[in-house]
């Protein structure tokens, strides 16, 4: 059974931290793009940052430029989102997503506030 399952979310204070992971099973994650998305309430799901097979992180939303790194762990099949400096408009649900087989995760909240 092909799954996605985030974690890392939570409540953090602006100009914080958190890292979110996304652990795969069932498919071997390595062999896909993957990519992470967030969708804030009224707004449409936007692509935040993309990871190739080969983990080199790329397209980058401009809004997150310099402050989220996108990696993975292929022996541990996973792929992850540092944020840094994090704001108040970052809050979001904050999904994986892999291109090759189409699968989502669940979401994971994030808020950003003080």
């Known amino acids: 059974q092909v799954q996605l399952v985030e974690s890392g979310g939570g409540l953090v204070q602006p100009g914080g931290s958190l890292r979110l992971s996304c652990s795969a099973s069932g498919f071997t994650f390595s062999r896909y793009y993957g990519s992470w998305y967030r969708q804030a309430p009224g707004k449409e799901r936007e692509m935040v940052a993309a990871?190739?097979?080969?983990?080199?992180?790329?397209d980058y939303a401009d809004s997150v430029k310099g402050r989220f790194t996108a990696s993975r762990d292929n022996a541990r099949n996973t792929i992850s989102l540092q944020m840094n400096s994090l704001r108040p408009e970052d809050t979001a649900v904050y999904y994986c997503h892999e291109h090759g087989l189409g699968s989502w995760g669940q979401g994971t909240q994030v808020t950003v506030s003080s």
């Open positions: 990871i190739t097979p080969a983990g080199v992180a790329t």
